[in-house]
């Protein structure tokens, strides 16, 4: 397959301090150096992706750049001997969409090192659906069964259940016997949350966090992309010897508590890094996700929208209208 002397992309422009992301017709030797070539089929939309195309968030690292931080689709070329042309991989974090130019590109040149092998059993489609979002989620329930999490343990919370992370969590969990817990702020969203799988659903607007070091113990695991005060309030809620998985801060970067439910009952804080972990846990979680973690409702979670009309719809995501996973078709 050769590539077009030129093709789409959303690429991100600062111009007079002010920052915006355009489709733009660009080629080849344009885009980041890489030994890899794709033809991207699917992209997702992240709430990084949307803080990086509004400048809500300094993500960028430099202008212009293409956005996206997720990518999948075929390999046109390879200078590495790992792939060959037709293979179908996947990119998601390193700086993809950061200091690289990213996924809402037609064709995508990134460093073979960042390639994942789209697992048996999913397509390009597949696996955009679950993008950044669910392999986070997927990390985040793999990290928390590394430091004891079982489904006898007891039920296991999600924070913002209707985001990307949130939603692919909850349903993750369900897949796996847990007894989910889902913590929304949309009250239209219930019944969506208990297709997923949630057991339980609670309105924030409803929850009565307390003030105590200590408040009744109920959850024996947390995946928290929210952060802040909901944070917080987790730490002071766990059983003991739980686990809370953070991987976001929509909510907030200040985590204000105490050391009590560390010391008092041996609470886990782990951190989740999607962007940066071992080619190893990325080869790792992809593997769960499409065997016994393996989603069974993305036809429920995902919305799919063209490419070209993604100026138009990226922005939502910082005014948190946004429900599920928004999968991103390229071609």
Same mark, same amino acid.
């Given at each position: 397959?050769?590539?077009?002397?030129?093709?789409?992309?959303?690429?991100?422009?600062?111009?007079?301090?002010?920052?915006?992301?355009?489709?733009?017709?660009?080629?080849?030797?344009?885009?980041?150096?890489?030994?890899?070539?794709?033809?991207?089929?699917?992209?997702?939309?992240?709430?990084?992706?949307?803080?990086?195309?509004?400048?809500?968030?300094?993500?960028?690292?430099?202008?212009?750049?293409?956005?996206?931080?997720?990518?999948?689709?075929?390999?046109?070329?390879?200078?590495?001997?790992?792939?060959?042309?037709?293979?179908? *991989?996947? !990119? $998601? @974090?390193?700086?993809? =969409? #950061?200091?690289?130019?990213?996924?809402?590109?037609?064709?995508?040149?990134?460093?073979?090192?960042?390639?994942?092998?789209?697992?048996?059993?999913?397509?390009?489609?597949?696996?955009?659906?679950?993008?950044?979002?669910?392999?986070?989620?997927?990390?985040?329930?793999?990290?928390?069964?590394?430091?004891?999490?079982?489904?006898?343990?007891?039920? *296991?919370? !999600? $924070? @913002?259940?209707?985001? =990307? #992370?949130?939603?692919?969590?909850?349903?993750?969990?369900?897949?796996?016997?847990y007894a989910v817990t889902a913590l929304t702020g949309k009250d239209d969203a219930h019944e969506y949350l208990r297709?997923?799988?949630?057991?339980?659903?609670?309105?924030?607007?409803?929850?009565?966090?307390?003030?105590?070091?200590?408040?009744?113990?109920?959850?024996?695991?947390? *995946?928290?992309?929210? @952060?802040?005060?909901?944070?917080?309030?987790?730490?002071?809620?766990?059983?003991?010897?739980?686990?809370?998985?953070?991987?976001?801060?929509?909510?907030?970067?200040?985590?204000?508590?105490?050391?009590?439910?560390?010391?008092?009952?041996?609470?886990?804080?782990?951190?989740?890094?999607?962007?940066?972990?071992?080619?190893?846990?990325?080869?790792?979680?992809?593997?769960?996700?499409?065997?016994?973690?393996?989603?069974?409702?993305?036809?429920?979670?995902?919305?799919?929208?063209?490419?070209?009309?993604?100026?138009?719809?990226?922005?939502?995501?910082?005014?948190?209208?946004?429900?599920?996973?928004?999968?991103?078709?390229?071609?």
């Open positions: 397959m050769k590539v077009p002397s030129t093709f789409t992309a959303f690429r991100i422009f600062k111009q007079n301090e002010r920052i915006e992301g355009r489709l733009v017709r660009t080629s080849i030797d344009e885009l980041s150096a890489g030994e890899i070539v794709l033809k991207t089929d699917y992209s997702s939309i992240n709430y990084k992706d949307a803080l990086a195309a509004t400048g809500a968030g300094k993500i960028l690292q430099r202008f212009p750049l293409v956005g996206g931080i997720d990518a999948a689709g075929t390999v046109v070329s390879s200078a590495d001997e790992r792939y060959q042309a037709g293979n179908k *991989v996947l !990119v $998601t @974090g390193h700086d993809l =969409g #950061v200091s690289v130019d990213g996924g809402f590109s037609e064709y995508v040149r990134v460093p073979a090192d960042w390639i994942v092998p789209v697992p048996d059993g999913f397509t390009t489609r597949d696996v955009m659906a679950i993008g950044t979002a669910g392999f986070t989620a997927a990390l985040s329930v793999i990290q928390m069964e590394r430091n004891g999490l079982r489904p006898e343990n007891g039920p *296991v919370i !999600v $924070t @913002g259940s209707t985001g =990307g #992370v949130g939603s692919l969590a909850v349903h993750l969990l369900a897949t796996l016997g297709t997923l799988g949630a057991t339980h659903v609670i309105s924030r607007g409803e929850l009565e966090m307390g003030t105590r070091p200590l408040e009744k113990a109920q959850w024996a695991g947390a *995946v928290d992309p929210v @952060g802040g005060s909901i944070l917080a309030w987790l730490t002071r809620t766990m059983k003991p010897g739980g686990s809370i998985a953070s991987s976001g801060l929509t909510a907030g970067v200040e985590l204000n508590t105490t050391v009590m439910p560390f010391i008092l009952r041996g609470v886990n804080l782990l951190g989740i890094d999607s962007v940066l972990c071992s080619t190893d846990r990325r080869q790792e979680a992809w593997q769960r996700l499409a065997t016994d973690m393996k989603p069974t409702q993305l036809e429920t979670i995902i919305h799919e929208i063209p490419l070209r009309t993604l100026p138009e719809v990226i922005g939502n995501f910082l005014n948190s209208s946004v429900t599920g996973r928004y999968v991103v078709a390229i071609d």
